[in-house]
């Protein structure tokens, strides 16, 4: 009942319906350029980011700034998924960090006041990145998609991307191409916000990611809230609807 099905505009009656879980195909995409919180809340909720994946599901594990790397090729041994988070390498937070998720002089708001190292907005208008941002999430994303496009179909692709959404100038592909190859593989992102992505929610790149691909982004601030979190990612991903139908019209036969 909480489905419509149409044919042509025409409603039509749903004779099949399924809502079995599926395996996932996942790629974890962890932006190395996030806060110090942010890094420190990720090592510190790693374990429940693997148990949240079941033992069907395949994982690989990507990092990005400027450059996309595999960290962990997809596997269902969850050791070595524990093991290769010890191979990324995070950078340290950005020159005028203050160790908060808000910068600035005494903690007050003003003109030169930075979320992560991203100025915020002011009454003359928003300031553009600095010149040091040099994260690419289209190509990221892009990489991503494309891995789980030679995994076996029969499992559902999903993308986890760990971020701060700030993509600069210089992406080798741009946000359409990306969006394509992700619905042509009919793969769905799901973001983890961090950062100045807090901020800027409606005009996040993590957003116009999940959006369109039937994922949601989330905003953890506390170990709690991450482990929380995974398990929604993980069961949303899981579950997909199914549906039927037998078409009303009887087909004609044509003699040629």
Avoid: C, W
């Amino acid at each position: 009942e909480d489905f419509q099905l149409l044919e042509e505009g025409i409603p039509q009656p749903i004779t099949y319906f399924s809502s079995d879980p599926v395996p996932l195909s996942a790629v974890i995409l962890i932006d190395r350029s996030t806060d110090a919180s942010t890094q420190s809340l990720l090592k510190e909720t790693l374990l429940s980011l693997i148990e949240s994946f079941s033992p069907f599901d395949e994982v690989a594990i990507f990092q990005f700034e400027h450059t996309t790397d595999k960290v962990q090729d997809f596997t269902f041994n969850k050791d070595e998924l524990l093991k290769a988070f010890d191979k990324i390498s995070l950078k340290a937070p950005p020159p005028g960090f203050s160790g908060g998720p808000f910068g600035g002089a005494g903690g007050q708001l003003s003109s030169e006041t930075t979320v992560s190292g991203i100025p915020l907005e002011t009454g003359k208008g928003k300031v553009p990145p600095p010149k040091t941002l040099n994260t690419h999430i289209h190509d990221a994303v892009f990489t991503a998609a494309q891995a789980i496009r030679g995994r076996d179909r029969s499992r559902r692709g999903s993308i986890i991307l760990i971020s701060n959404g700030q993509n600069a100038p210089g992406n080798h592909n741009s946000y359409d191409r990306t969006m394509e190859a992700l619905l042509q593989r009919e793969i769905t992102v799901f973001g983890i916000a961090q950062g100045a992505s807090l901020l800027y929610r409606r005009l996040n790149t993590l957003t116009r990611y999940a959006n369109p691909t039937g994922g949601a982004v989330f905003y953890p601030m506390k170990n709690g809230g991450f482990a929380e979190t995974y398990q929604k990612i993980t069961q949303m991903a899981r579950n997909k609807y199914v549906l039927g139908f037998a078409p009303q019209d009887k087909v004609e036969s044509v003699t040629f």
